[in-house]
């Protein structure tokens, strides 16, 4: 059993001087949503997602050793010119993980990075963001301790990732991910995602998500303060309870392919996730009119032409519109000529399922 004490870097066979790499790292979407936490962002239940293949961040880290190392060092860039706002975050990640990478105030970072989806979309770019600058770190890493295996990077990578962003460690390595104990999936742990141990059915094979951009204004509530409301939550006991048995549920619908039960599953726990916010204290409502309008308008889409198409929501107003690729045509037809309009500027993101982090040099 991995420990975090386990993550604690303390000897390097090599010197680096100076260096840079660059990755690559896919946002993702939960099916078994994780919604609360523990301290040291430990999630209160199991969640399972798809990593996706086209909204990734890209983030390219430069680093030179330097002679004071009592500070952090860095600058940020995003598309190439300096972003300010985005440093405290930076800095509060770097000093989460400095226990688990002391030799990080030994070099001055120039990290340069940018999203292949809108900034400012409503998609969460904290995971994919996060995900790309712990694959850099790692890197740099396994430069100073070249022995390091594969396993050990990646793991390490997932766990540095979830210090900065909870889902973060979901999109690292592999297509379905769970992250969470579950006695079900060998290898499962709080601490990083790991690949789903099994083979998924061919029905699931680049399962298509095309996201529809309902709002891309700033969320009036934040995750981090949804999560933090689950603490004295009246229905969140019952919740963490649900979660694990669904995540079996699905563990054997990804399996068997049942399609209809995946789509059942899949939006029950949809509107549960926004049915903890709507039922927490404060509460709130992070869907728009237009979320819900697309929702009735899928649900009739479906129960009309029998086409598997179903939905899924992050924690906000855009709606992730799922299913598989042999009815592509169709569903896209769908939802240019019905659902487009419900869009902010008419936007959406066509994406599928992908493997996770690369390497770009």
């Known amino acids: 059993m991995i420990s975090q004490k386990d993550f604690i870097t ?3 066979s090599t010197i680096v001087n100076q ?5 690559s790292a896919p946002s993702n979407i939960a099916l078994v949503k994780y919604w609360g936490k523990k301290q040291d962002q430990i999630p209160a239940n199991p969640s399972v997602s798809f990593t996706l293949k086209n909204c990734k961040t890209i983030t390219k880290l430069a680093f030179t050793k330097k002679e004071d190392t009592t500070n952090f060092s860095f600058d940020l860039l995003f598309e190439g010119k300096p972003k300010e706002d985005f440093k405290p975050k930076i800095q509060k990640f770097l000093e989460r993980i400095e226990t688990y990478c002391p030799y990080l105030k030994n070099y001055h970072f120039t990290i340069d990075t940018q999203n292949t989806f809108p900034h400012s979309s409503g998609i969460a770019s904290s995971a994919s963001g996060m995900a790309a600058l712990a694959m850099n770190i790692m890197s740099l890493e396994k430069e100073l301790n070249p022995t390091m295996t594969e396993e050990f990077f990646f793991q390490k990578a997932s766990f540095l990732a ?3 962003s909870g889902s973060a460690c979901r999109s690292i390595k592999g297509s379905v991910v769970v ?8 290898g499962s742990s709080d601490l990083f995602g790991v690949e789903f141990p099994t083979q998924i059915h061919p029905n699931f094979n680049n399962y298509q998500d095309t996201i529809l951009l309902v709002d891309k204004g700033e969320k009036q509530v ?3 303060v949804g999560h933090d409301l689950m603490h004295n939550h009246p229905y969140a006991e019952q919740r963490f309870l649900q979660a694990p048995q669904n995540l079996s549920k699905i563990k054997t619908i990804l399996v068997a392919g049942n399609i209809d039960e995946f789509i059942q599953l899949v939006e029950s726990e949809a509107l549960t996730l926004h049915s903890m916010m709507m039922t927490s204290m404060p509460y709130f409502i992070l869907m728009k009119p237009n979320t819900l309008e697309i929702l009735n308008k899928i649900w009739k889409f479906r129960n009309e032409t029998k086409i598997p198409v179903c939905f899924t929501l992050d924690a906000g107003a855009n709606v992730h519109v799922l299913y598989p690729e042999n009815v592509r045509v ?5 939802i240019k000529d019905e659902l487009v309009g419900y869009c902010q500027n008419g936007q959406y993101i066509c ?10 040099n």
């Open 179 to 186: 992250w969470g104990k579950h006695e079900e999936i060998s």
């Open 10 to 12: 303390t000897q390097y």
């Open 330 to 334: 169709e569903t896209l037809k769908f």
């Open 222 to 224: 934040s995750s981090s």
């Open 162 to 164: 979830r210090l900065g």
């Open 351 to 360: 994406d599928e399922i992908g493997n996770g982090s690369e390497i770009l």
């Open 19 to 23: 260096g840079n790499f660059a990755w």
